[in-house]
């Protein structure tokens, strides 16, 4: 079969898939497919990642409440790393090659799998960067390793069914392998904290770079498919906004063991609630579909710069968790520096969405970098108030606010800014 019949082999699978998950041929899908979703095997494993974001944002808060910043940090960075980039692998191959057959089912399984072993090693990981001595990572790089192995299997599979696009998955095959390799010498190496954390730095730039070299290499992209891709990483930030939510109930559970029912444990309610709201709001304002399937060279950028996205949503959710040590009279940080654990994340996050739009678009409009500004205003007076004296409640409500300056903008005036965008853009 030549390679164009087999490309029309695989858009016709996808445009009528069959019923029964028999093994077939993985050849990559039509990135024009109308009305492309995600499927419910998407959904399941996304659901996985709920556990990992939680373990990874409760030992955070764990550590921040007793002050040990640098630890908490580089711990956090790591694991939403870990768990955000093994993601997006599968994710993006998916977008390109789900077959839906018998083999795809259980290796995503086995991805399942690896991310539920990495989330159950992170106790030992922060505790260990806590003492400073070693990095005990052994439990979350296997979990890690676990899920790549099995990407690195559906990679020779589409570099044996999908003959045009070989060289590139070869190019993931070798990259990805490489680099598990090297995860796996340094589980046994066991160096210390300093040099560990040197060989990691290595490794994630190995990660980083395998993805672009595959897809700007002679074999051509994989046919990711750009609408499907943008629901994807908005349904992980959905996911990732969870953990608001879950900071936002233990919040509220420490004032009322405090304080039973009042008006502060309305305020922490509300506002968490709130804050929830309006991130989500403000991140379904990008247009990411429409410019992706039109600009798919922008998708590395946009794809990797969401990283500080998670990163953020997560940290939030972390910030919360302080926030109920602090109401419980347990942390030994005080009430304004438990308030900055979820201060700054918010504001990460108006920064990496307003630069990854702004890399979207290729645009400069004054208006964004207005409502930019009036955003991060909005969390210098929340951290202010509870500086002279405001409760938490009132903190966090102030906190919320933040993202809503960026929505009212954005549904009176910002919304025509955004469509002229568009027009300019797509030439239409």
């Known amino acids: 079969m030549s390679d164009q019949q087999t490309q029309d082999a695989g858009t016709a699978a996808s445009a009528r898939p069959p019923l029964d998950h028999r093994l077939r041929r993985m050849v990559g899908r039509d990135p024009k497919e109308a009305h492309r979703a995600s499927t419910p095997l998407e959904l399941l494993f996304d659901l996985t990642f709920v556990v990992a974001f939680s373990q990874a944002g409760a030992q955070t808060a764990h550590l921040l409440e007793l002050g040990h910043w640098m630890p908490a940090i580089v711990g956090f960075l790591f694991a939403v790393f870990a768990i955000w980039w093994a993601w997006i692998n599968y994710s993006w191959l998916a977008s390109a090659y789900d077959n839906d057959d018998i083999f795809f089912r259980v290796a995503t399984m086995v991805e399942m799998l690896g991310v539920l072993v990495l989330a159950l090693g992170l106790p030992d990981l922060f505790h260990s960067l806590d003492e400073g001595e070693h990095v005990d990572n052994g439990v979350v790089v296997a979990g890690y390793v676990v899920m790549r192995v099995a990407t690195i299997a559906l990679w020779l599979r589409a570099a044996k069914h999908d003959g045009a696009r070989r060289r590139t998955a070869l190019t993931y095959v070798v990259f990805v392998s490489i680099a598990q390799l090297g995860w796996i010498a340094v589980i046994f190496i066991n160096l210390p904290l300093v040099p560990t954390l040197a060989i990691t730095a290595v490794l994630i730039v190995l990660e980083l770079v395998g993805p672009y070299v595959a897809e700007h290499g002679p074999g051509g992209g994989t046919p990711w498919h750009a609408h499907h ?39 922490v309610a509300f506002g968490g609630t709130a804050l929830a709201f309006g991130l989500w709001w403000v991140y379904f304002t990008m247009p990411s579909g429409k410019m992706l399937q039109r600009f798919r060279e922008r998708g590395f950028v946009w794809g990797y710069l969401h990283y500080f996205i998670f990163i953020a949503l997560a940290g939030a959710g972390a910030g919360l968790h302080v926030a109920a040590y602090e109401i419980e009279g347990v942390a030994h940080i005080g009430l304004v520096p438990a308030l900055l654990t979820v201060v700054v994340p918010v504001g990460v996050f108006m920064v990496a969405l307003f630069t990854i ?45 933040a993202p809503f300056v960026v929505v009212v903008g954005y549904e009176t005036v910002g919304h025509r800014h955004q469509s002229a965008a568009l027009r300019r853009a797509l030439g239409h």
């Open 229 to 267: 891709i943008a629901e994807r990483y908005g349904l992980l930030v959905i996911i990732t906004l969870g953990e608001i939510i879950l900071g936002t109930i233990l919040a509220i559970s420490a004032v009322i063991d405090e304080q039973d029912w009042s008006v502060e444990a309305a305020a």
């Open 357 to 401: 739009y702004s890399l979207l678009l290729r645009q400069f409009d004054p208006f964004h970098i207005w409502l930019f500004i009036g955003s991060l205003l909005v969390l210098v007076a929340a951290v202010a108030a509870v500086a002279a004296g405001a409760t938490f409640g009132v903190g966090i409500l102030i906190t919320a606010a």
